[in-house]
């Protein structure tokens, strides 16, 4: 289905791609992976010709259509969300624009008999015929589906685009995607700005997609559920691996293993030739045998070890000691506009050592949550209280933005620092991957990966017990996660984590808090046990919502699910009437050539002279012959009858509607 051949493409001095080649099939479900700065979103741009390569080609076969979701630097056009996302269903839509067009036309038509006219019903009929086929009369249903699914409230798909937020736009642009229904979907962090509900209802939509699809994503449970096949880019090469993430884990360590063994082997074979080649260099009968290993080895071509990447290794400090009860919420109330509340009669407490995670649809206000604790935003009525000697840190999810790009990443950390040494904030850094010269990188230089590595080095500075992380993993990769996932259960403090990464919060936290409608609930469960329980809420309201949309239409007579049916049955019940009076009239043409015919031999016969000798004979003749022009008047008389009644009946069949 798609093609690339030996790609390669340079920024700078650096070569990303090196005569890359891969093939994408029908039906293939595949996880692209690699570090931060491997080149995976521009192996997207190059599948989806948004950018061109040095070297090599993108071969797509006939009728394959891509569709690409960006990770950033999104556009979403169009008046209303439902709009926006209507137009983007391709031929359906379009056909559908013509029907109406057409039935207008036809509505306000004045000469009903002419060939205009009936050019007009005939193209209507085409496109009925063409919109019934790409099952049309379910589109609505479809973009209802979608959009609930993503988190948008019905009362909301009449809203302006220019209205969304960044994460909803995105959320948009996806729902354009799934109802264009590519041959390939290209998903560049689909869930970074989706919550709990919508990612488990995609990952429910895509398990049945029909076409293929490619996934860039840090969540690897995502990867684990959706994919069969991962794609890795590693060092500007690209491997391949059958199976899920976690398959292709434990298979990387083979490959490793076994390129190991490789290089060993190698390394043994180069020493044994080199001492070959120094004892027998001077003696003239080996000349030739010498000479033979030394063109050997510089033959040789050198084993490209695939190895692990770096990760980030590090403990935060020990946690300062303080009362058991972390934190204490009091019927907080918070509101933006004095009257109507977002948050209203919370309360929860945490305990010392408690890792509690917060969960939620967008626009809940998880954040808003957590930034009123972490003292950023205040509110109109509660309490909130902390506990003896509670010291806090917060991460933002917004933190990146606050980042002052005319530092170096060591004047950042300098700059929040008291008292600690050059080499520890250099000691603490390199445990984030900012390696020697590094460290004096402006922070506007910096990727979206490398900038949420910095945030969180500066919690590192300073000691706490209580930390606040609203979404600390949206910009790192699987391996990084890993790291601060096993820092933060060596971690003594207490924890609150607004997150919706199932295989980061996996045996980290043991309470989930989840915001809606207003208040919270607090669920004695781990992760695992409470997306089970999601998981089975959705496809219990998937069911249900089909289920109603089919009593809809078998309860509405002028339903377009029955009127199809309607359309079909009188169309048939037609249709056999036209071939009844086809056939009767073909008898009737038949018997008129055959009386036709039979008159002419009869006035042939009058035109002899001696006809008129024989009176009987004449007579007979002028009897049939006058028989014969009453049956030909009735025969031409019941042809133009049946004539009209198959005009009408082909007229009936094209006002169906």
Excluded at 286 to 308: N, T
Excluded at 347 to 366: C, Q, T, W
Excluded at 382 to 406: A, C, K, P, R, W
Excluded at 628 to 646: F, G, H, M, R, T
Aim: proline letters at 1%.
């Amino acid at each position: 289905m798609v093609k690339l051949e030996n790609i390669s493409i340079s920024f700078g001095a650096r070569d990303l791609f090196k005569d890359i080649s891969i093939s994408i099939g029908i039906k293939d479900k595949i996880g692209l992976i690699g570090v931060n700065g491997s080149g995976k979103s521009t192996l997207f741009k190059i599948i989806s010709k948004n950018l061109i390569p040095d070297k090599g080609k993108v071969i797509l076969s006939k009728h394959t259509t891509v569709g690409y979701l960006p990770q950033d630097g999104l556009e979403v056009s169009g008046t209303t969300l439902y709009d926006s996302v209507y137009n983007s269903a391709g031929n359906i839509s379009e056909i559908e624009k013509e029907i109406n067009e057409i039935e207008n036309e036809i509505r306000n038509f004045k000469q009903k008999d002419s060939e205009e006219y009936l050019d007009l019903l005939q193209q209507y009929s085409e496109l009925q015929d063409r919109f019934n086929l790409l099952e049309g009369y379910k589109l609505e249903g479809k973009i209802i589906k979608i959009l609930k699914g993503l988190g948008f409230k019905e009362s909301e798909f009449d809203k302006s685009i220019s209205e969304l937020s960044e994460g909803f736009k995105m959320r948009v642009a996806l729902a354009k995607l799934l109802i264009f229904n590519p041959s390939l979907l290209l998903l560049d962090e689909p869930t970074n700005h989706l919550d709990f509900d919508s990612l488990i209802w995609l990952e429910e939509y895509l398990k049945e997609y029909n076409g293929s699809y490619i996934i860039i994503s840090h969540e690897r449970n995502f990867l684990n559920n959706l994919v069969k096949k991962v794609f890795e880019l590693s060092n500007g090469n690209i491997n391949e691996y059958s199976g899920n993430y976690d398959f292709y884990e434990k298979q990387k360590i083979l490959r490793i293993q076994q390129q190991e063994n490789e290089m060993k082997n190698r390394l043994r074979y180069i020493k044994q030739q080199e001492r070959f080649i120094e004892r027998f260099r001077y003696k003239a009968t080996k000349a030739s045998a010498v000479q033979s290993r030394i063109k050997l080895l510089q033959k040789l071509q050198p084993i490209e070890k695939e190895l692990d990447e770096k990760q980030i290794d590090f403990n935060f400090p020990p946690a300062i000691k303080s009362g058991k009860v972390i934190l204490d919420v009091i019927n907080l109330c918070k509101t933006y506009d004095g009257e109507n509340y977002i948050l209203e009669n919370i309360n929860f407490s945490i305990a010392r050592g408690e890792k509690v995670a917060v969960l939620g649809a967008n626009g809940a206000g998880k954040s808003t949550l957590v930034r009123i604790i972490a003292g950023k935003e205040n509110y109109q009525k509660g309490d909130i209280n902390f506990g003896y000697n509670v010291v806090m840190q917060y991460y933002s999810q917004n933190q990146l933005e606050e980042l002052d790009t005319e530092l170096t990443v060591l004047e950042t950390l300098q700059k929040v620092a008291d008292n600690i040494p050059e080499s520890s904030l250099r000691n603490i850094l390199g445990s984030f991957l900012f390696t020697d010269d590094d460290v004096f990188k402006y922070v506007r230089v910096l990727s979206g990966g490398e900038k949420s590595r910095l945030s969180l080095a500066k919690m590192l500075v300073s000691k706490s017990n209580f930390l606040i992380l609203d979404e600390p993993t949206n910009h790192l990769d699987i391996r990084s996660k890993s790291v601060l996932k096993n820092a933060l259960l060596k971690y003594e403090g207490a924890a609150l984590i607004v997150s919706h990464d199932r295989d980061f919060l996996s045996g980290l936290t043991e309470k989930i808090l989840e915001v809606k409608d207003k208040g919270i609930r607090m669920y004695l469960y781990n992760i695992d046990e409470y997306s089970l329980i999601k998981r089975e809420e959705i496809l219990s309201q998937i069911t249900q919502n089909h289920t109603e949309e089919s009593s809809k239409r078998q309860t509405k007579n002028d339903s377009l699910y029955l009127k199809g049916l309607e359309i079909k049955a009188r169309k048939k019940e037609i249709s056999k009437k036209i071939n009844q009076i086809k056939k009767v009239i073909t008898l009737i043409e038949n018997e008129i050539i055959s009386l036709e015919c039979r008159k002419k031999e009869i006035e042939s016969l009058m035109t002899d002279d001696n006809i008129y000798k024989k009176v009987s004979r004449l007579i007979e003749l002028k009897k049939e012959y006058s028989e014969i022009i009453d049956k030909l008047d009735a025969l031409n008389s019941n042809w133009n009858k049946s004539v009209d009644e198959l005009e009408n009946l082909n007229k009936q069949l094209l006002l169906i509607k």
